[in-house]
T-cell receptor
Framework: DAKTTQPTSMDCAEGRAANLPCNHS???????VYWYRQIHSQGPQYIIH???NNETNEMASLIITEDRKSSTLILPHATLRDTAVYYC??????????????FGGGTRVLVKP | GAGVSQTPSNKVTEKGKYVELRCDPI?????LYWYRQSLGQGPEFLIY????????DSGLPNDRFFAVRPEGSVSTLKIQRTERGDSAVYLC???????????FGPGTRLTVL
């Protein structure tokens, strides 16, 4: 699986949009971008994933650049409960071989009042 | 519905002892994964089951670690002759089928004194 690079930490203001960048310049054509988050003392929580088109669900939006070398996770209206470590993961076609998730260090996001 | 559950939530043991950690996946999920998370780091893959069989055990650190899933549902991670370096949070995840979104349990915090 391709390596990802994320900022170590970032702060954002409650009620504002939080934009979390991820670099995956070595991504292959059959690799998806996944985002998980981990709130303190809990297991990782799935947020969203995509291949090349932008995706949106009830939690967040995922914007993938046209060359697929980077992506941004957008939390539209950050709340204090969004404080967590956010992991960007690149993973081969889900139903192909290699079902494990390879986590990096993630971005520690602190939402401030 | 019920999510992934793990027991115990905390386990303290002495160096050299044997421990068992249990994972109850989401009902009907055929794929089950174990990860280990050391303090300040992202989770690391240990082993993946499809049904009763271990499809990928490449992440098990050594032969002191073993996992079973005899009936294709509940799984037990077994650690023999525990060492202080085994102290970590052990996470379990399940997915409805291989490659689908993985849903994580809360983890078992293992402390080896």
């Amino acid at each position: 699986d391709a390596k990802t690079t994320q900022p170590t930490s970032m702060d954002c203001a409650e009620g504002r949009a939080a934009n979390l960048p991820c670099n995956h310049s070595t991504i292959s054509g059959n690799e998806y971008v996944y985002w998980y988050r981990q709130i303190h003392s809990q297991g990782p929580q799935y947020i969203i994933h995509g291949l090349k088109n932008n995706e949106t669900n009830e939690m967040a939006s995922l914007i993938i650049t046209e060359d697929r070398k980077s992506s941004t996770l957008i939390l539209p209206h950050a709340t204090l409960r969004d404080t967590a470590v956010y992991y960007c993961i690149v993973r081969v076609e889900p139903r192909a071989a290699g079902n494990k998730l390879t986590f990096g260090g993630g971005t520690r996001v602190l939402v401030k009042p | 519905g019920a999510g992934v559950s793990q027991t115990p939530s905390n386990k303290v043991t002495e160096k050299g002892k044997y421990v068992e950690l249990r994972c109850d996946p989401i009902s009907g999920h055929t794929a089950l994964y174990w990860y280990r998370q050391s303090l300040g780091q992202g989770p690391e893959f240990l082993i993946y089951f499809q049904g009763t069989g271990a499809a990928d055990d490449s992440g098990l650190p050594n032969d002191r670690f073993f996992a079973v899933r005899p009936e294709g549902s509940v799984s037990t991670l077994k650690i023999q002759r525990t060492e202080r370096g085994d102290s970590a949070v052990y996470l379990c995840a399940s997915s409805s089928s291989p490659g689908d979104t993985q849903y994580f349990g809360p983890g078992t915090r293992l402390t080896v004194l």
